[in-house]
């Protein structure tokens, strides 16, 4: 008789969280052609942002970097402010400036390494989430020509940087998890340090690793929690030591960021998340593209819950960013929300583009899917194109730097330029010493208040944007695209202030236009000086109509509208 034996087969064993995301796929996984399809994208990206970047000049926060590269390295590591807010960033700048002899176009060339770095770190981590080289390549693609990351692409702030870094602190984290040795954690603990000195909004990248790391631990509670931890003292011993290096870089100044985030960053917590749909509008550039994006990410999620099973992390690595930001009590306004949250974007279209990958196969047969693919992909950047247009028109119709060589070859003696806030800022650049020479209106008013009946000692050239049709003006204009330079001359402060305000007068024709709010409050402050037989009340009126059609001072949060409205000539 026969011996037989009855076997049994084990019960499948279940896979952990981060077991559902393919750790072991590399950029290497790629074929030769998708190689070579990945470098085109990055060509043309570097095409394209050079493009963008020659004949700009720097504009808005850039202008803050270029003030702290003119101070001492020990001046920009012990102090904190709104522009001073990436210190490790601005430093590594003003080495640049030193090694290219000049603060110019050469300034831009680590934005831009790091925004075409962004593209293939971009093309790994939905390599890793997705499993699938097509969808990955089409989110390289969609990384390549988003508007938002285009912009800040060729800006001298620190935000490419804080993308690309936070992408590679994600690689590299998987990296670890497939092969748990020291060196790996090493690396890890070494991109951590960079991210987190580039901006401290890194940070949230690194509570999206440890995120991971604690749903990895709860997720093995049945199969050996005790063992991963031990196992993983790979990394987070290296990241202790990265803390405490984190730490000291910052710790001189933490008492200056505790007062800025008190006094332009913070409210009381939880604050609102209802900013998130103008962010997300502010990241596709277009109502249209904005529409088109939000139906695949709805698609992704969905391919999350159905197949990918990994996705549902990303997931959580977009929606944590903003929770922390909320329970922080962080209330800024939109613009600001966007640069905090701009290293969950590439997570956001790897999500996209897992959605256009599931609509292609579900929606046709296999030979047509990857057609499909590309097809609808390439439909969402032509919903882009006219933003990525506007930013090169923008280039154009502002020509601050033909201007400021105007007003510098017909400046002479005690003459001054008169901006708002904004337009100063951004001229300030092209003048060695910009405190002499670009005065706020109030500024000019109270310098010459006191001597309204001497001789003028100097003309002012006022720079505004353009005015528009205003016919009967009889003061000197000049125009360079929307920037406009008027001249108002007198033989005395006060029959200057009166030709200024006449012209003003004819300037604005009492309209309401968001370029005439500084406008209306000047004449308001003339009236003191210059009487027009109006009240400073019935300009001010005016003024805060004008306010009222700009969109940037619908969104400032309650706490900062009294700090906002302190800026007079915006």
Known sequence: MSDFRLVVDAPPRRRTLLQLVHSELTL????????????????????????????????????????????????????FSTWLSMNYFILLEKGIAWLGGGKDWRLTLLPMAAAIAIIPLTASVALKFTGSRRTALIAAGLVAFNPYLVMWGVMIRAYSLLVALSLLAINEFFGWYQNQG????????????????THLNGLYTVAFILLLMAAESVSRKDSGWRRFIWQSRTLWAPLAVTA?????????????????????????????LGYLPQVFLAYMGTAHAAILCLLFLIAGCWSALREKRGLLLLCGGVVLSPLLMSLQGVSVNTAAYARYLISSLPLILILASEGIDWFARFAWARRWQAITSWIVAALLILCWTPNIRAQFVAKSQWPYAKAARFLRSQMRGDDVIVAGWSVGFTLSQFFKYPEKRILLPNQYIKKVSKRLDDPTQGRVFYVTGSSGAAPGRKATVWHFGQVEVTLYEGNTPRALLEQWRDDLLLRTGERVWAPFEGDYQLLALLEQWAPSGRSADHWRA????CRAQRPSARDVPRHLEKATRAVIFP
Request: hydrophobic content about 50%.
């Open 28 to 79: 290497r996984s790629f074929s030769p052609g998708q190689r070579f399809a990945l470098g085109v994208l990055c060509v043309a990206a570097l095409v394209l942002r050079l493009a963008l970047q020659h004949g700009r000049v720097f504009i808005g926060d850039e202008i803050g970097t270029l003030r702290y590269l003119k101070e001492s390295p020990g001046y920009i590591l012990t102090h």
């Open 542 to 545: 005016l003024a805060e109509q």
């Open 182 to 197: 020291w060196r790996r954690g090493i690396r890890v603990a070494g991109t951590v340090l960079l991210l987190v000195l």
């Open 244 to 272: 405490i290096l984190i730490l000291a870089a910052y710790w001189q100044l933490l008492p200056d960021i505790a007062k800025v985030n008190r006094e332009w960053g913070t409210d009381t917590p939880p604050t609102s």
